[in-house]
């Protein structure tokens, strides 16, 4: 078998178990026949949780959520892969504290992925531009559409002040805490239909 077929065959593999991983992770938690109410009761009490462990670990990440426009929150972002993985997961968008949308977020990614973890990831949207522009759009890719700051905290817990002047901030949190190592660019981020 010569180099290049063996390549894409692995390749295809990779891609058949992360598809089936992602599709096993995403079925698990919320099921897809649950009625709509049901379903958004649920993300609800998921967007609750991740803000109040963010709001816990960083009290700064409180005063963005208050002076922002919207904020986006996936509770439950579901990473999982074999040399080909993908990253799922489903949440809410908030505007002055009342949720205005569901949304799905999704990411491919190829290189030496294998195993799976779970985040959180919140976006902030600090300007009514930013905000604006994602609300407007069909389709909404994190890095393409806006740049988006990962928040960086100091030694002392308290916000970079160069990132908390961003019109796009992120935090992606796990149950170690916050990640500062990350990136969301290349997200696609799109409205849920329920």
Same mark, same amino acid.
């Given at each position: 078998?010569?180099?290049?077929?063996?390549?894409?065959?692995?390749?295809?593999?990779?891609?058949?178990?992360?598809?089936?991983?992602?599709?096993?992770?995403?079925?698990?938690?919320?099921?897809?026949?649950?009625?709509?109410v049901?379903?958004?009761?649920?993300?609800?009490?998921?967007?609750d949780?991740?803000?109040?462990?963010?709001f816990?670990?960083?009290p700064?990440?409180?005063? !963005?959520? &208050?002076?922002?426009q919207? %904020?986006?929150?996936?509770?439950?972002?579901?990473?999982?892969?074999?040399?080909?993985?993908?990253?799922?997961?489903?949440?809410? !968008?908030?505007?002055?504290?009342?949720? %205005?949308?569901?949304?799905?977020?999704? =990411?491919?990614?190829?290189?030496?992925?294998?195993?799976? =973890?779970?985040k959180?990831?919140?976006?902030?949207?600090?300007?009514?531009?930013?905000?604006?522009? #994602?609300?407007?759009?069909?389709?909404?890719?994190?890095?393409?559409?806006?740049?988006?700051? %990962?928040?960086?905290?100091?030694?002392?817990?308290? !916000?970079?002040?160069?990132?908390? =002047? &961003?019109?796009?901030?992120? #935090?992606? =949190?796990?149950?170690?805490?916050?990640? #500062?190592?990350?990136? %969301?660019?290349?997200?696609?981020?799109?409205?849920?239909?329920?």
């Open positions: 078998m010569n180099r290049r077929h063996f390549v894409t065959r692995v390749a295809g593999s990779g891609l058949l178990v992360a598809t089936a991983m992602a599709a096993g992770c995403t079925t698990t938690g919320t099921s897809a026949s649950k009625d709509p049901a379903k958004k009761q649920e993300i609800d009490a998921g967007v949780g991740a803000l109040n462990r963010l816990s670990a960083n700064g990440a409180r005063d !963005l959520a &208050q002076r922002a919207g %904020v986006l929150v996936f509770p439950r972002v579901i990473s999982a892969g074999l040399v080909v993985g993908g990253e799922y997961g489903e949440g809410a !968008l908030r505007s002055k504290g009342a949720t %205005v949308g569901y949304y799905s977020t999704t =990411q491919a990614s190829v290189g030496l992925t294998a195993g799976g =973890q779970s959180a990831v919140i976006i902030m949207f600090m300007t009514p531009e930013a905000y604006n522009k #994602f609300v407007a759009s069909k389709g909404w890719t994190a890095g393409a559409d806006a740049n988006v700051a %990962v928040a960086k905290v100091g030694a002392d817990g308290r !916000l970079d002040t160069l990132t908390s =002047q &961003q019109p796009v901030i992120a #935090f992606v =949190q796990t149950n170690a805490g916050l990640m #500062f190592d990350v990136s %969301v660019n290349g997200s696609k981020i799109s409205k849920l239909d329920i």
